[in-house]
Nanobody, 124 residues
Framework: QLLVVESGGGLVQAGGSLRLSCAAS????????VGWFRQAPGKERESVACVRFGSDSAYYADSVKGRFTISRDNTKNTLYLQMNSLKPEDTAMYYC?????????????????WGQGTQVTVSS
């Protein structure tokens, strides 16, 4: 069974930074498309950043472009999301996910492996 576990969320003031981590079990991140998604109360789950299957190029949502960076350490089999210049509107539950789907990496419906989420709260 594929398993991913997120960590690193917390409470931070606006303008601050957090780094989320996602550790994988039973598979290698480098062999899948991977992504970070977030969901705020009353809103749909949205793609934040992802890397397509077979690619090293990252996609970022317009709302986080220039502030967030997705990366993976294949030696540790860990996915990261570095979040800088955080804003109150970044407050959400953040999820790590993986998929073998080879198309666009931004559609959460294409992902088959999800973590339990880690809460990020940004105070103004």
């Amino acid at each position: 069974q594929l398993l991913v576990v997120e960590s690193g969320g917390g409470l931070v003031q606006a303008g601050g930074s957090l780094r989320l981590s996602c550790a994988a079990s039973e598979f290698r991140f480098g062999d899948y498309a991977v992504g970070w998604f977030r969901q705020a109360p009353g809103k749909e789950r949205e793609s934040v950043a992802c890397v397509r299957f077979g690619s090293d190029s990252a996609y970022y949502a317009d709302s986080v472009k220039g502030r967030f960076t997705i990366s993976r350490d294949n030696t540790k089999n860990t996915l990261y999301l570095q979040m800088n210049s955080l804003k109150p509107e970044d407050t959400a539950m953040y999820y790590c996910a993986a998929t073998a789907y080879s198309g666009s990496c931004t559609d959460p419906r294409k992902y088959h492996t999800w973590g339990q989420g880690t809460q990020v709260t940004v105070s103004s």
